[in-house]
């Protein structure tokens, strides 16, 4: 490995300015093939997609699970969430080190293969902690794709493209959790039709077992594909004063210009996470809801909340992408963060009434306001990071934004509900008002948060345009 200078030896290169994430007047020549570039965020949504597939399948099994391994709703939500979450945090930040420095494209593959493998586990799964550490496994194998595709794509776009971009690819979250939940209806309708499922090598196998199996296998064959994209050259590279520019810096500079910069991130991170919160509440719960509340079969849910999902999430991605560049335009610098808020505060009374109404069909049409205003963040949140953050740091920073939104998010989220289904309303019907209740106290909680770190962004954003100086960190 190459020797890299200390901290005060190190800064914004001149020259790497121009080419860097946060100017949005580099020269399109030096950036990749505009229809090659497209096609790498094409793959990785791809990537994406399934990797929500594999995640949120189980949202829709939860009642045969907890009827067939007997659990609580406790248990299904820590299998939802924190199974998932606490690997997948927690390997999300070596593997970014990592990505910061290697190639992210071999790191990507490695990774959708691993989690495909452990989604098909979770298939042969025949007992709760079975099922938990294969969760986990599936956690670790997905911890290696979004911080490598953050920086993927961030050396594929000039900066004022990245929003849109990244918001592409983000999108496929909502496809794919659209997708799990309409495939996933039709795989627990078609294999009750037809009862119990032999497997070769592995005997008989029980409904929800088998719908893991199924959407396991396709990602085996998608890592080969993701193993041909091409490398770009990374821009916006931190350079040292002789205008050497190493592959990594030290891991004490990453900390210290995160210290220096500490009210940005932690106000960006935090405040996106609560939101998350509500997120990962509505997604893990809502099919519970249905079935539940309403009286719907696991079919039913899939075709017609998937659809939702898949249409009016991605459209809420892809348009917060849209909204925040246009914002961008008009000056300002914390556009993202304004889509953001907005979302936080507008989701609130649409998620108390949607799951609070009697009528089945109202609470669908509630829905859609609903699933369009809390998907806003999954895409211009972590691209508002890649503006504001140096090269060689991006991966990093993304996986401690990843780490933080998805212990809070993802941790928090699903068990929230259940907590407060199982301890506080005391009946599994109540679902409704557990969601409800969720909503109440963490929309207006991010908004505040996210709103105290506007003038901190701004600040943060005019340094990255200025060029970063690394040396008052020493």
């Known amino acids: 490995m190459s ?134 496994g599936v956690g670790v194998g997905e911890a290696a794709l979004s911080p490598s595709a953050y920086s993927l794509i961030s050396d594929y776009f000039p900066a004022d493209k990245v929003t849109r971009a990244i918001a592409v690819y983000t999108g496929g979250s909502f496809l794919g959790a659209g997708l799990a939940y309409i495939i996933g209806g039709f795989v627990v309708d078609y294999v009750t039709s037809i009862g119990s499922v032999q497997l070769p090598f592995v005997g008989p196998v029980r409904t929800w077992q088998m719908a893991f199996v199924i959407v396991g296998l396709p990602g085996l064959i998608l890592a080969a594909f993701i193993l041909t994209l091409r490398e770009p050259a990374r821009k916006g590279v931190l350079a040292t004063q002789s205008g050497a520019r190493p592959k990594s810096i030290p891991i004490k500079t990453v900390l210290a210009f995160l210290r220096s910069h500490w009210r940005t991130y932690t106000s960006h991170h935090l405040g996106v996470a609560i939101f998350i919160v509500l997120a990962y509440a509505i997604l893990s719960w809502t099919p519970a809801f249905f079935i539940r509340v309403h009286g719907w079969t696991a079919g039913e849910v899939g075709v017609i909340y998937g659809s939702v999902l898949l249409v009016f999430g991605t459209s809420g991605v892809v348009g917060a992408g849209w909204l925040s560049e246009a914002l961008l335009r008009r000056g300002y610098k914390d556009a993202s963060l304004r889509v953001i808020i907005f979302g936080a505060l507008c989701s ?127």
């Open 3 to 136: 020797t890299v200078p200390p901290a005060g030896d190190i800064e914004k290169d001149a020259g790497t300015a121009v080419q860097g994430a946060g100017n949005p007047t580099a020269a399109a020549e030096d950036f990749p093939n505009p229809v090659y570039a497209w096609y790498v965020v094409g793959m990785l949504t791809i990537a994406y997609t399934f990797s929500f597939i594999d995640r949120q399948i189980i949202n829709l099994l939860v009642d045969p699970i907890r009827a067939d391994l007997g659990l609580s709703d406790t248990q299904i939500s820590l299998l939802q969430g924190m199974a998932f979450a606490i690997f997948y945090t927690i390997m999300g930040i070596p593997i970014a080190r990592l990505a910061d420095v290697a190639n992210r494209r071999l790191i990507i593959g490695i990774g959708v293969f691993l989690w495909s493998l452990m989604t098909c586990a979770c298939g042969l799964a025949k007992s709760f902690v079975q099922l938990f550490v294969a969760r986990v």
């Open 348 to 474: 609130t009374p649409f998620a108390i009434a949607a799951f609070l109404v009697s009528n089945e069909w109202l609470a669908l049409v509630l829905m859609v306001p609903l699933t369009f205003l809390w998907s806003l963040p999954h895409g211009i949140a972590p691209a508002a990071l890649q503006s504001i953050t140096p090269n060689q740091m991006r991966a990093q920073v993304s996986a401690i934004y990843m780490f933080t939104i998805n212990m809070i998010g993802l941790g928090l989220g699903p068990t929230l509900v259940a907590l407060f289904t199982d301890y506080v309303y005391g009946e599994s019907a109540m679902v409704g008002y557990s969601l409800a209740t969720v909503a109440v106290i963490t929309g207006p909680l991010s908004a505040i948060i996210l709103a105290f770190g506007l003038k901190h962004y701004r600040r943060s954003q005019a340094e990255a345009e200025s060029g970063w100086n690394l040396s008052a960190l020493n």
